[in-house]
């Protein structure tokens, strides 16, 4: 709800909700929006999505949704992480000298670290993938 903005111009002002407007005149305004709403979220359903419960706690109402967490091993992000360092890294090597004048050849150290870490990181990912893959009653994805 905005009051006295752009957007209540552009309803003409019919549909815009005043300071002094009563709990009757707020929903007789906002009654399209509410409509065009629900009309928007049973076409959702209607395209596979998961059904969205509200709860309320306290004042406050929270949509949730029963959905499955994604199965995501990490591998594809560490590799691109690593490969982003190692990239930067090689990068900064023709300007080490000028690094080193202004005290700054720790950038190129955090470069390397962070390759270091990114391909332990890769390893461990793998590892955790495959293990999880070989574990009984698990769908293994193609």
């Not at 006295?4 to 009563?22: F, I, N, P, Q, T």
């Not at 690593?82 to 005290?103: C, E, R, S, Y």
């Not at 390759?115 to 698990?138: D, F, K, V």
């Amino acid at each position: 709800m905005t009051k006295g903005g752009a957007d209540d111009r552009s309803d003409g002002g019919d549909s815009a909700v005043r300071e002094g407007d009563g709990p009757d005149t707020i929903e007789r305004k906002l009654g399209h929006r509410e409509s065009a709403r629900r009309e928007r979220s049973a076409r959702r359903h209607e395209l596979g999505r998961p059904e969205v419960t509200e709860l309320e706690i306290g004042s406050t109402t929270h949509r949730v949704a029963e959905v499955e967490p994604m199965d995501v091993d990490g591998v594809r992000t560490m590799t691109v992480g690593t490969i982003a360092w190692g990239v930067l890294a090689v990068a900064m090597l023709p300007f080490l000298g000028t690094l080193d004048k202004l005290d700054r050849t720790w950038w190129v150290w955090t470069a390397v670290a962070g390759l270091g870490l990114g391909l332990i990181g890769i390893e461990y990912c793998r590892r955790r993938r495959n293990a999880l893959h070989m574990r009984p009653g698990r769908r293994k994805k193609g």
